[in-house]
């Protein structure tokens, strides 16, 4: 078992569901909390990149 806790936005209610996110040997793990066995794991200058990408609306056009 990992020692690491999940965690989920301030913004998400406890029954809403949301992206996860936590660190686990170095890496940076992410899972849709209503599919929690798919977990997609980067590295974490990848994940701050797209962090900062995401905040400076880099993806906005893929909105629907």
Do not use: N
């Not at 209610?13 to 890496?27: H, I, M, N």
């Not at 974490?44 to 400076?56: D, E, H, M």
Request: with cysteine.
């Amino acid at each position: 078992m990992h020692s690491s806790v999940w965690q989920k936005s301030s913004f998400s209610s406890s029954s809403d569901e949301c992206v996860e996110v936590r660190t686990v040997a170095g890496l940076v793990e992410l899972r849709e909390s209503d599919c929690s066995e798919a977990i997609v794991r980067t590295a974490p200058a990848k994940f701050a990149g797209f962090l900062l990408g995401a905040k400076a609306g880099e993806f906005d056009h893929h909105a629907t």
